[in-house]
């Protein structure tokens, strides 16, 4: 969790962490000093890049925004801040950094921009060498200048991670918003790693901060608003209690905690630190923020508005605001929601998302044992093989020993090869498990805070940040790269003549496929199945076989040959239980069995009218569920669905019903007469029905006449039972007439002849329903 606990710039433990538009974080003091002063102070910069910008920048471009700039510049008259007031200068060496400068400052409109690096520090954020002052005049007029620029003049920041870059507005630095939890999680940290040897005490009183004598001056007060120490002379001079920091409120300096021996800061957290002025020291010396819990952390309250606490929580600008924020602020229109609310909803969000990189922490974790044993085996395998090769080179005459040197030469290449690919993987997978694991380590740390609006600072990020964590590892990033096995065969039969040409062969059976048991699904009575070959098979495949059982545990049964990896079969029963497996076959023979796969068709059947089965005088609309006809004679269609086991319902609503028609409902075999009314052949069993009556009907015998017919807004039904082997069928709910036909056998498919008087609807999918009505009379 270090890693994530210091600061991109000095490389050391984070001090006053703030918060850069872009979610990244940095120290206040490594702030400014790379803070990027824009042209209004070049009155201070190298004759060459005034006429260069001068030349270059728009009127007007360096329009200062406001005298209230840095709290007064009392952040950058100190050493650090004297870098960053006159940061401009470092480049006037080359015209590459000026037309970079101005690239930045024409983008800061927009609030942020991009730069290519010029001068980096060793952890490779860019530092801008101070201004040289004006001949004559002392180092302390120098940062008094300096501030006087700085404070007149419109500034920039760069982040050092994502180089994007944003304009301060006329608080300065002290616009951006102080990761508070972040130092809280600093400082716990510390303390539980124990005191740092050669970390100095306390000091004994708080200290200017601005000072550039030495030893510095004792602090006489402490600006609350700029989180500044200053003695009386600096406090005149660059804190003055006029303009735009009358508002500033003065106090006595806070006194000196007492030493805490277990939370002294690390020694690394001051090498990074710009030298001069004590401008990287906290706010009060060291007892500016919270030490070892004895002194409370400063309760939070909103920038804009001095002495108010948050109290909401802007979703438009992501942010905790105040009620004068809602009420005179800028947040005035946007929508805002209770601080409270938002505090738990992102705690939860952001739980969820480690929850994700806990899990694959844990396959990374298994992904490594495994590679492991991989190198095992590779090393056992491969002894085996380099064996199994001087066995069989020493059997052979002394014209192979310069062959069998050869064939050595390629295993054990190829076992290098392989032990490279996997240790690489190893390597890779414990960095990638590394930063995941100090990233929740973190996470975890700022879940455990009490501090809602210091969590939401960081929270959008954090959550952010773990999703592009758990992302990482895509599929196939935890399967290994090689295979632990060698597929190497040598082949000793050759005559003597065809040594020379002696080589490693393919004779092996192809392996045992792989069932894609996420691409296998079922729908109605149809079947489909999925397979690939695992991964680093070089035996050759020239084919698979499909076999299915029955769907009553009989026996398998071929049901496709052939190289797709993707097949459907058609016509099952519905309601049953089918076994499959797969097999991959090459010339060296027939490879083994995959594991079997159970699938379960559908308890109903769900179809349509066959557009491709119907006549073409039959018109299907409403997705090939409502039929009707342009012919005055009796046209046939079929349904897309085929049973031949199992018991099936479906319902006709008759939509339109004209001039007393005979529709006929039933069912029929596939190579049924299309031209003329349901029944008449001897592939159809039929019921067909006026507004009257009904007779059944099959091979053109007409029988049972019922009274009671259909009209519009009327329901037939029709029950198939192949258990039973019976077709009945009802109207309105009652049963029309007896069990009309008996003794169904073999495969059917849902069936209607009507002409241009009718139009229906099928209905289908439903259970078999158990309390249809009784009978009604045959009239014959």
């Known amino acids: 969790m270090e ?25 206040l003091p490594c702030a400014r000093t790379i803070a990027v002063q824009t042209p209004d102070g070049e009155q201070h910069l190298p004759q060459p890049l005034l006429l260069s910008r001068s030349s270059g920048l728009p009127a007007g471009a360096g329009a200062a925004p406001s005298l209230e700039h840095d709290a007064a510049a009392g952040l950058a008259c100190s050493g650090a801040g004297g870098s960053a007031a006159g940061g401009l200068g470092g480049g006037a060496g080359g015209s590459g950094d000026h037309a970079d400068k101005l690239s930045l400052y024409s ?13 980096k520090s060793p952890n490779g954020v860019r530092v801008l060498p101070m201004v040289p002052a004006p001949p004559g005049s002392s180092a302390a007029a120098a940062r008094g200048a ?15 991670q994502c180089h994007r870059s944003a304009s301060l507005d006329h608080r300065g630095l002290r616009g951006f918003q102080r990761n508070r939890l972040l130092e809280a999680i600093v400082q716990r940290y510390q303390q539980g790693r124990g005191a740092v040897p050669g970390a100095s005490a306390a000091v004994a009183v708080a200290i200017c901060q601005l000072c550039d004598r030495t030893p510095p001056e004792p602090a006489a007060t402490l600006c609350e608003q700029c989180d500044v120490l200053y003695c009386s ?9 006029r303009g735009p920091f009358a508002k500033h409120r003065l106090v006595q300096p806070p006194p000196p905690p007492a030493p805490v021996e277990t939370a002294s800061a690390p020694t690394g957290a001051t090498q990074g630190a710009p030298s001069g002025g004590g401008g990287c020291r906290s706010p009060g010396g060291t007892g500016a923020g919270p030490s070892g819990g004895s002194t409370a952390r400063k309760f939070p309250t909103c920038p804009e508005h001095e002495m108010e606490n948050y109290s909401m929580y802007c979703v438009s600008c992501r942010t905790p605001v105040c009620y004068l924020c809602l009420e005179e602020g800028r947040h005035t229109k946007h929508e805002v929601k209770p601080l409270g609310a938002m505090w738990k909803q992102h705690k939860a969000q952001l739980s969820q998302a480690l929850n994700g990189v806990s899990d694959k922490a844990k396959e990374a974790k298994e992904f490594l044992v495994q590679l492991k044993n991989i190198l095992q085996q590779v090393q056992e395998n491969g002894l085996d093989y380099e064996a199994c090769l001087v066995a069989q080179c020493d059997a052979l005459v002394d014209a192979l020993t310069r062959q069998k040197a050869k064939l050595l030469t390629k295993v054990t290449k190829e076992r290098e090869h392989k032990l490279k690919m996997v240790w690489d993987q190893i390597n890779h997978c414990t960095l990638k498990l590394r930063q995941s694991t100090g990233l929740m380590e973190y996470c975890l740390e700022v879940i455990k805070e009490n501090d809602p609006s210091g969590f939401l600072q960081i929270s959008d990020a954090l959550i952010k940040r773990v999703q592009v964590s758990q992302e990482q590892w895509v599929k196939g990033a935890l399967e290994p790269k090689v295979s632990a096995e060698f597929d190497l065969t040598l082949d000793s039969e050759p005559l003597l003549q065809a040594i020379h040409q002696l080589d490693f062969i393919q004779m ?14 079922t729908r109605n009575n149809s079947v489909t199945l999925a397979w690939r070959m695992p991964p680093f098979t070089h035996s050759p495949v020239d084919g698979y076989i499909l ?49 079997t796969v159970v699938l379960q068709t559908s308890d109903v059947a769900w179809f349509t009218f066959d557009p491709n089965s119907g006549h073409r005088d039959i018109i299907l609309s409403n997705d090939n569920q409502t039929a009707t006809c342009s012919s005055y004679d009796d046209r046939v269609v079929l349904g897309t669905a085929a049973f031949s086991k199992g018991v099936h319902y479906w319902e006709l609503h ?28 001897d592939k159809a069993w039929a019921m067909y029905v006026d507004n009257n009556r009904s007779w059944f009907m099959h091979c053109n015998s007409h029988t049972n006449r019922t009274e009671g017919g259909v009209c519009k807004g009327a329901t037939v039904g029709v029950l198939l039972d192949l258990n039973k082997h019976t077709l009945t069928f009802f109207i309105n709910g009652q049963q029309q007439g007896p069990t009309a036909f008996s003794q169904v056998d073999g495969v059917f498919m849902p069936a209607l002849s009507l002409n241009r008087n009718v139009q229906v609807t099928l209905h289908t999918g439903l259970e078999v329903p158990t309390n249809l009505g009784q009978p009604k009379l045959s009239g014959n």
């Open 3 to 27: 890693e994530e606990l210091k600061c991109p710039v000095c490389g050391s433990l984070f001090r006053e962490p703030i918060i850069l538009p872009c979610s990244h974080n940095v120290c």
């Open 107 to 119: 983008e800061t409109d927009s609030g942020y921009g991009s730069y290519t690096p010029s001068l």
């Open 146 to 160: 300096a501030c006087s620029s700085l404070s007149s003049s419109s500034s920039s920041i760069t982040c050092p």
């Open 233 to 241: 002379a600096c406090q005149l001079k660059c804190h003055p209690s």
């Open 508 to 521: 092996k059976l192809p392996p045992v496929p792989l069932l894609q048991l996420e691409k296998c699904c």
């Open 547 to 595: 076999e299915l059982d029955d769907g009553a545990g009989g026996q398998f049964r071929e049901v496709y040959v052939g190289k797709e990896t993707l097949c459907t079969i058609d016509g099952l029963h519905f309601n049953s239980t089918y076994n499959a497996r797969v097999k991959a076959f090459n010339s060296s023979g027939v490879g083994p069995y995959s594991k």
């Open 654 to 681: 008759v939509d339109r019903y004209d001039n007393h028609p005979d529709p006929a409902f039933g069912v029929a075999r596939a190579s049924v007469v299309k031209d003329m009314m349901l029944g008449k052949d």
